[in-house]
């Protein structure tokens, strides 16, 4: 059995959590929206069209913050064309995903839909095919109370107060030739910046995000980043970043070391906007918005699995199936981005239903959870408070990540991944202290000795795990509870001390509640 030892403080800390760190992303594309969150006719649906299954579903996992409408579609979508009427709204040729747009469910019933599964909206405005002035508009439609032409307009469509949506990102994946209308770093970084300087100038209260590079292996990655901060520094609070975790190569070690490169990517962009600050002797922190981030792979480089031919009407397409092993892969995700708290301030899983989603549903039939709904409900759930510092002293192991981009072929040597990774989070409302660990060892339990200081009279409150011993095992409409979590067994406290056996290939979660002064 392999062991690992653990030094965990309540005096040494990373940040607090910000609610919008456990966001998700809900577009256009496939079944997400139709079929997905709205099936008017379903026999869960309400007077709205809303499934009520899947808004179950969407506040156990329970979201914060939902990124609207794309994506790529944003950037040739209308928003003009998604409210009013519904009788009178225009169906329209999605290029992004080669299908037809209905455009029954728009902004409006995007923000009843929000309210329903309480959670915030996080827009998007289209700097693709469209720019800075469409871009004020569609804030003054959602944001101002009345007395002006878009204002009230929105009041005349049925919605007589503002939407009051706080965030706003500024175009997507800008650099990617996929997008429609791409832009240069620089042809952006200038519209970004007249878009944010008209959108604050309505509603200086906002929040906006910049494009960041479409990932890490783009080659315009670091360069994009750097000079869209040069246009837009000033302007906007956040740069986004975007990664998709895969398995192309059947590699399940190098698949599970993965997240270890999106710390690398998350601090690699830190450094590049701080080097931006420090250009400018600015004590301003541009934060980082994780607004895409998934795992991806089965449904992504073959045609067949995003595009379905003769442009239909929410076609079933991105529908990852998901299996214990990505399960495995998505836990160490979520790992990373606890362990950033401090400059990763927002964050949303893509997407939230049907199409590469924890949350599968047959249309007119059943929803269900997929495998990697579990560690993200447990984040969401129970990652919120001070992230504390840890330091973990865990065998390795060396491999290499195959992440291919287009027609190039990138290797990612990693010489050293510890078989733990772990956050531990600190909720100082329910004074517990919760610790998410992943072994990513397929055939040996790790033993987990944790020194877990400044807390007095630990006891173990919940512990459990997330295993199956076929990695390939997956959740199904027949067999729904095929991956789902289990008890974890025999966690053991002495004073200070946390023991516990952690399965070959596990996500493990351990909450201890601290005694009451």
Not at 38 to 57: I, M, S
Not at 143 to 168: C, Q, Y
């Amino acid at each position: 059995m392999k062991e690992a030892k653990v030094t965990i403080d309540r005096d040494f800390s990373i940040a607090e959590t910000d609610p919008r760190l456990f966001g998700a992303f809900v577009e256009h594309l496939g079944r997400c929206v139709y079929g997905g969150i709205y099936e008017p006719g379903h026999p869960t649906a309400d007077e709205r069209g809303f499934r009520r299954d899947v808004l179950d579903l969407v506040r156990e996992l329970a979201p914060t913050v939902i990124r609207y409408p794309g994506g790529n579609f944003v950037s040739g979508y209308n928003w003009e064309d998604g409210v009013g009427p519904v009788e009178n709204r225009p169906r329209r040729l999605d290029l992004a995903w080669m299908s037809t747009e209905p455009n029954t469910f728009g902004t409006n019933e995007f923000m009843d839909w929000c309210q329903a599964a309480d959670v915030e909206p996080m827009m998007a405005v289209n700097l693709g095919t469209r720019g800075p002035d469409d871009a004020r508009r569609l804030l003054e439609y959602c944001n101002f109370p009345g007395g002006t032409e878009l204002s009230d307009l929105r009041r005349a469509h049925g919605w007589e107060k503002p939407h009051n949506v706080r965030f706003w990102c500024l175009g997507n994946e800008m650099d990617g030739p996929w997008q429609m209308e791409t832009k240069t770093a620089w042809e952006y970084g200038r519209i970004a910046a007249e878009a944010a300087k008209l959108m604050k100038w309505i509603d200086p209260t906002i929040e906006l995000a910049a494009c960041g590079s479409s990932s890490r292996n783009m080659p315009t990655f670091g360069s994009w980043e750097d000079t869209v901060l040069e246009h837009s520094f000033d302007h906007v609070e956040y740069i986004s970043l975007h990664t998709y975790l895969n398995n192309y190569a059947d590699d399940t070690p190098a698949f599970l070391a993965s997240p270890d490169l999106m710390d690398s990517f998350i601090e690699e962009v830190v450094a590049i906007a701080d080097a931006v600050a420090a250009r400018r002797r600015s004590p301003k922190r541009i934060m980082l918005s994780f607004d895409e981030w998934n795992v991806w792979y089965r449904t992504r480089r073959k045609n067949e699995g995003r595009v379905k031919l003769g442009w239909p009407v929410a076609p079933p397409i991105l529908e990852e199936i998901y299996n214990m092993q990505d399960a495995l892969a998505f836990g160490g995700a979520c790992i990373s981005l606890l362990n950033h708290a401090d400059r990763i301030k927002s964050a949303c899983l893509a997407q939230l239903v049907n199409a590469i989603a924890p949350i599968m549903t047959e249309t007119g039939g059943p929803a269900w959870r997929q495998s990697i709904f579990y560690p993200f409900k447990d984040m969401s759930n129970l990652g919120r408070g001070t992230v504390l510092q840890t330091k973990v002293d865990s065998p390795t192991y060396e491999t290499t990540y195959y992440d291919p981009r287009g027609t190039s072929e990138l290797l990612f040597p990693l010489p050293a991944v510890p078989y733990l990774k772990l956050s531990v989070v600190h909720n100082h409302d329910e004074d517990c202290v919760t610790i998410f660990a992943l072994n990513r060892s397929l055939d040996e339990s790790l033993s987990m000795e944790a020194l877990v200081r400044g807390f007095d009279g630990l006891t173990v409150k919940e512990a459990h795990q997330l295993r199956n011993d076929d990695l390939m095992a997956v959740n199904t409409k027949d067999t729904p509870d095929a991956i789902k979590p289990a008890p974890l067994e025999g966690v053991e406290i002495w004073g200070e001390q946390v023991r516990a056996k952690l399965a070959p290939a596990s996500w493990n979660v351990i909450r201890l509640e601290v005694q009451k002064q």
